[in-house]
């Protein structure tokens, strides 16, 4: 061992800090691109706000939608810090995106807004029912027992524009189940609330696999595919906010773990299953893309949309629109 | 039950190699693709700043490293494909700053049980009974030299930096770093040869 050797042998032993020791760093950072950009837009957003055809149309769509964003939000009191998405796909790390500033800050600014919501959890015994409709028209209705004790229902109606116009079907969804014996049995490892939820994003994932809403603190192969764990955070938010009760600091806690997770961005607008635009949040697993679609004023989960390959606004759409939540009493009973 | 992973997935991302030269010039045009360095090397950053100046306030400094960084990227040499000695540069004229909050860090490492502050796996197998007993005459040492001195001796033994990339960071010539680190542990090698251990950090920073 040399002298030099053991001055590096002193060296004080500090972990490399956590997502959440960066935030504000990465915030100040933003805010500072944020200034960049507005600066150099200022002169030049009329000029944005016009319709174009061709390639340059979603991008200036993106810049449209972004300040609408922000103007609703500063109507509402709310910080408005927005980083205009890029038009190209994004800095790429192996073919996908890594870090996303504009998301991370809307995400935010949604935890921000929805924490302020007034809080109403059902009671152990009602359930919560939702109803979204896919591109064809197609309602699915969908009944979950808050406490998990009784059997949920399932029910859909097909579109005017789907292959077998008004036909009906329902399923017994059961009780509920581990996404492990879902994949086995086809249960749905849903309830339709879950009061211990953590409002601490960093608890979240732990709280989902404790559950058996996910699977991933024990299947290894997860970690070895690149993007999962945005998969993980992308699906399960989509599939909590269409069909359960979530209190204020839950849906919050699920923004920040979104804004937590660094394959996120933003791809405005996008339009859902029933033609509404709203802010996508998109990610890419495996070759695909998949986008959890959020209304820019109220931050109200809107629907999903997925690609097979790179998202594509002319692609045939795949995705479900969320069209009503509520609480009721019984499975069956509308709202 | 395992936590999140989401820092596990951030370091496999760090771990891709990306040209950060290019990464740069985009962002001379497209601002928002300067996250990408952040995304990259601000936990290398933290840890450094952590490592110099204690935690408080950490936070802080790296935002004001990046920022600077950010401001200054027009004049960043798109021939340099590894942007970290140029981030490390910028941390370091930050922390030259914050001297006192360093020196103050010196002194709480020398007061620290050196089980506590060697917690890491390869530190521990490096770290020979040598090292240990000299620990705090070796901290002391730090404390009193020249600042040029210490920040080329920590970045090359705390931070693995080359003597080229020291050069570059600091902007000053390798032949200053090399005489810089000659120095550096010419004075810390006095310890080996006579540990100090009636001096503390308070008195060096009494006669700073």
Known sequence: MTDLDTITAIRPAVDLPTNADLVGARRRLGDAISREIDATQAGSKECDLAPTAGPLRRRRRVVRLALGGGIAAAAAGLAVIFVVPSSSPGPLHGGRPVIHLAAVQFLDQAAAAVVQQPSSPPLPAQFVYSETEGPDGTLTETWLSVDGLSRGLSRWTAGTRAPDPGATGSNDLGTPCSIVQGEASGCLPLVGYYPDLPADPNAVLAYLNQVGLIDTANNPSYDARPGWEDNVVGKTVSELMASSYLLPAQQAALFKLMAETPGFQIVSPVTDAIGRSGIGLEWTFEGGTAAVIFDPTTYAYLGTRTWPGPADPNAPYDGDALVKLAVVASAGEQP | ?208
């Open chain 2, 1 to 208: 039950m395992t936590g999140p992973a989401v820092g596990r997935l951030r370091a496999k991302h760090r771990a891709e190699t990306v040209n950060d030269a290019t990464v740069i010039e985009k962002s001379w045009s497209d601002p928002a693709q300067f996250g990408v360095l952040f995304d990259k090397y601000a936990p290398l950053i933290y840890r450094y700043i952590v490592r110099r100046v204690g935690r408080p306030g950490t936070d802080d400094l790296v935002a004001e490293t990046f920022v600077a960084a950010f401001d200054g990227r027009h004049r960043y040499d798109p021939a340099r494909s590894d942007a970290r000695p140029w981030l490390y540069g910028i941390a370091t004229n930050i922390i030259g700053r914050h001297r006192r909050d360093e020196l103050r860090q010196l002194r709480i490492s020398q007061a620290i049980d050196a089980r506590a502050i060697v917690p890491g796996h390869a530190d521990r197998v490096a770290l020979d009974t040598t090292a240990q007993s000299l620990r705090g005459d070796l901290t002391i040492a730090l404390a009193g030299l020249a600042e040029g001195d210490r920040d080329v001796l920590v970045l090359v033994a705390w931070e693995d930096l080359t003597y080229e990339e020291v050069s570059y960071a600091l902007a000053i010539p390798v032949g200053t770093v090399r005489s810089r680190l000659h120095r550096a542990r010419r004075q810390l090698r006095l310890v080996f040869d006579q540990p100090i251990t009636t001096t503390t950090v308070k008195e060096v920073l009494t006669n700073d």
